[in-house]
């Protein structure tokens, strides 16, 4: 594994089909692509319009334990899974999410995989792709300014200026931009009043166009998007203020899902990408529904570890598109559980069976949550130079005493050759007819009890607590009709509790909502608990100081 070279040398090398080719594999024509260079491409909406009535493939979930600093892996396996799959004779695709610009300047770096199970073009997924973040970015903020400019001229509706909840968002972290003020610097530039920024894959819009299913569904969902109230407190909608059909034309390229390969040149949808920790963590449905409707087998990431990403998938995703997975893969690492074990990042490469053994606590929490669901659970052990055959062991034998197989997995450095067994074990699990899928609350169950529900079942924490004004604001929501909407829970994604310092598998918790807002266009109510931010910072040394061109005019240090 240490031969390896760089992910950036690996991409650089590759020898890329043109996406014609790629794109024929799956029976799409060249005339139903919309071309960005000849290596990625947007696919129709009118070839996906006449994909209706064919059947669906197997929907294959990847998630994982919690994130550590020693690293999971989770793309990386899920384009491994996808090469390995093809590699073994059964036609698969994969979806995963783009990369957010915040991120790759900030600490977390890319989102295409990594060593040899790789998303290529890798710069260009990494960075401005098809522009549609961009787009998201451009029609968030045009309905920003559409509320302002209507109460500046005005306010026909009545618009209560300090009821605005419409905040402005940036593909960017900037802890500056969480609390402004606006509108400064006398008549000629509107009513002052506070507001702020969050990040672009925090946005509604991003979690519409991730959850809408056509044109006609993304209009639709951007005109019921609540922007604030009235004095009476009555909700004004972007619908209300005409803003919604500009919307949906600046949407309505981003719309198409974006066609790209892998190293080995299988098919990858790659569209769309609201974080897990802050938004429903999922590519978009109709990249998913489309994949299904051209492969046998469908490979998709939910955002990290199965108590956000997978949970919020089942609950949110699947719930309202109607999917139903086929089976599910949990990624682990020995690295991941010597942390969740009590072993410092530094003493990592010390061999330490007990370590792992009492980390695993995080990765059993997360195969009974998964099979809470009623889907057939494998675990992807992603293989680091570093494990030993005894710590290895340990781990398959704890999987196995949770009625779970834990494969070895050496994509990284082996491509869909280190993958193999996985891909074998998934087609059995996926093709066994096993998965009984099932949310884990019903639709008419309150708001509150449906963030209680995830808390006690999913995190196993005591409870969940709430100040007077977050459970009437509940409790009006559901007077006025949006009772029956899932919950998105926005917390850290290190823990199964609110403390991001609390590895393992705490218990008996109390998790705090300190905020909720309603996201009516997407169709959830969002939960913020603890700490988090929908703005994130730069760390102290952002990656964005390494990132630059070399005299090749090469870019450096983004992977």
Request: hydrophobic share 45%; proline share 4%; net charge neutral.
């Amino acid at each position: 594994m240490t031969d390896v070279p760089s992910d950036i040398a690996i991409a650089r090398a590759a020898k890329k089909r043109p996406i014609r080719d790629v794109a024929a594999t799956l029976g799409i024509g060249e005339a139903d692509l919309v071309p960005y260079g000849h290596d990625k491409a947007k696919i129709s909406a009118d070839f996906i319009k006449s994909l209706q009535g064919r059947r669906d493939g197997r929907l294959i979930l990847v998630t994982a334990v919690n994130p550590t600093p020693a690293g999971e892996g989770k793309t990386t396996t899920t384009v491994g899974l996808g090469d390995g799959l093809n590699r073994i004779g059964r036609q698969a695709a994969i979806c995963i999410r783009e990369a957010s610009l915040g991120p790759n300047f900030g600490m977390k770096g890319g989102a295409a995989g990594g060593g040899y199970a790789q998303v290529v073009p890798m710069e260009e997924m990494n960075l401005h792709f098809t522009g549609d973040f961009h787009a998201i970015t451009t029609a968030h903020n045009l309905l920003a300014a559409m509320i302002d400019n209507h109460i500046h001229w005005g306010n026909e509706l009545g618009i209560d200026s300090r009821r605005v909840t419409w905040r402005r968002v940036i593909d960017m972290n900037d802890r500056a931009l969480r609390d402004i003020v606006a509108s400064l610097g006398g008549p000629a530039n509107g009513y002052p009043r506070e507001t702020g920024f969050d990040i672009t894959v925090a946005s509604e819009v991003m979690a519409i166009l991730c959850l809408a299913e056509d044109l006609k569904d993304l209009e639709r969902r951007l005109g019921d998007i609540i922007v604030g109230y009235r004095r009476d407190r009555r909700p004004v909608t972007a619908r209300d203020l005409k803003a919604d059909g500009a919307m949906a034309v600046l949407l309505k390229d981003a719309m198409q899902p974006n066609l790209v390969q892998t190293l080995e040149n299988n098919p990858a949808f790659v569209h769309g990408g609201p974080f897990a920790n802050i938004a429903h963590g999922c590519n978009s449905v109709v990249a998913t529904k489309t994949a299904l409707k051209l492969a046998d087998y469908v490979v998709t990431e939910a955002g990290f570890g199965a108590d956000l990403g997978a949970e919020k998938f089942f609950d949110i995703k699947c719930r309202k598109a109607g999917l139903k997975p086929d089976a599910a893969v949990i990624v682990a690492t020995v690295r991941a559980m010597k942390m969740n074990g009590g072993v410092a990042k530094a003493d990592l490469g010390v061999e330490n069976v007990d370590a792992v053994t009492a980390g695993c606590a995080n990765l059993g929490r997360h195969i009974e949550n998964v099979k809470s669901f009623g889907v057939p659970v494998v675990v992807a052990i992603n293989h680091f130079a570093s494990d030993t055959e005894a710590e290895i062991a340990a781990l398959k034998a704890f999987a196995q005493a949770k009625g779970v197989e834990a494969i070895l997995c050496r994509h990284w450095a082996m491509g869909s050759a280190g993958i193999e067994d996985l891909a074998h074990k998934v087609v059995e699990l996926a093709d066994s007819g096993a998965a009984d899928f099932r949310p884990i609350y019903g639709d008419d169950l309150s708001l509150f009890d449906k963030i209680e529900t995830v808390v006690k079942r999913i995190y196993r924490g005591a409870e969940a607590t709430a100040d007077t004004s977050v459970r009437q604001q509940l409790a009006a929501w559901e007077e006025a009709g949006y009772g029956r909407l899932p919950v998105c829970m926005a917390k850290t994604q290190y823990s199964f509790s609110t403390d991001p310092t609390r590895r393992g598998a705490p218990e008996g918790f109390s998790v705090h909502v300190r905020e909720v807002r309603l996201s009516a266009g997407a169709g959830f109510v969002v939960a913020i608990c603890g700490e988090i931010m929908t703005m994130p910072g730069l760390p102290s040394k952002p990656a964005a100081e390494t990132i630059r061109l070399n005299d090749e005019g090469q870019i450096e240090g983004l992977f």
